[in-house]
């Protein structure tokens, strides 16, 4: 299986304080349901920062997550989160999804997270990784989908500056819209028992938290992240992706709206257990 793609926002501090909001404010509406039995044994894919690892290991303090990620910088903050919230049920360790260091039928469950939108052959990774359940175990997939913002004020100057944004990582050969796909993907890997389940974030005045924490902090954080390879992959001009910015920012206004959706999907391994 060929390596991962490079992440396309990069391991600079201020994406990893992007991280870190995206998963405060998104921990209700995408882990609410999210919870794992006592004395599971559950496999993080790209944990990352550790930003969605101390709230799944928090709401199912019974479980043991082994929980890796490929760059050493990430699993460095990771482990200072994961010592800083006092976690004991959670192995960190490095590994590559082209060669994992783990038994087939080793885990209860795998829990994947923003990560196959950044990789080439996401139905092969997740045939990998089904491999490594156990019979009747289960997975849980969450992935976002750029193609589903909508907002107020519209602007064409910033539909365009998503669109670099979007262009940048199918060239980098991932796909920041497979967020719809997560069905057929899971049931071409061979998964059962599929379901998938919109997840819509709306933020708007009456809901400031989320406008400061997922508009503002998450998603126009992220398009100007990738300004300066927009502007050197000749995708904008300085000129046009700042108006872009300008009126994403604008949507955090008292009058502006935010609307994106998540889709979370859950499938289970064929097998013997129900």
């Known amino acids: 299986m060929p390596s991962p793609l490079p992440y396309v926002h990069g ?5 990893q304080d992007r991280l870190a909001d995206q998963a405060r404010t998104l921990v209700d509406l995408l882990h609410g349901d999210t919870h794992f039995p006592a004395g599971s044994r559950v496999l993080e894919v790209g944990c990352g920062v550790g930003a969605q690892t101390v709230t799944l290991a928090r709401r199912s303090p019974l479980a043991r997550f082994t929980s890796f990620d490929v760059s050493h910088e990430s699993l460095a903050e990771a482990r200072r989160r994961i010592g800083q919230a006092r976690l004991g049920n959670v192995e960190l360790l490095w590994a590559d999804l082209a060669d994992l260091p783990f038994a087939p039928a080793t885990f209860d469950h795998v ?13 092969q990774v997740l045939q990998t990784l089904a491999r490594l359940l156990k019979p009747g175990g289960r997975i849980t997939v969450i992935e976002g989908d750029h193609g589903t913002v909508c907002f107020h004020p519209e602007g064409a100057a910033a539909r365009a500056a998503i669109a670099c944004q979007v262009e940048l990582q199918r060239r980098a050969g991932g796909n ?5 796909t997560l069905h057929p993907l899971l049931v071409e890997a061979g998964f059962d028992a599929v379901s998938v389940s919109p997840r819509q974030v709306y933020a708007d005045a009456s809901r400031p938290g989320w406008v400061d924490g997922f508009t503002r902090k998450t998603f126009n954080a992220m398009i100007e992240g990738v300004r300066s390879r927009a502007l050197a992959a000749g995708l904008a001009t300085a000129e046009g992706f700042d108006a872009g910015l300008h009126e994403l920012q604008r949507t955090a206004e008292g009058d502006g ?3 994106y959706t998540f889709f979370k999907g859950v499938a289970r391994m064929p097998g013997t257990r129900p």
């Open 257 to 259: 709206v935010f609307c």
């Open 11 to 15: 391991y600079q501090p201020h994406e």
């Open 111 to 123: 829990f994947v997270c923003f990560v196959l939108e950044h990789l080439a052959h996401p139905v």
């Open 176 to 180: 920041a819209l497979i967020g719809r």
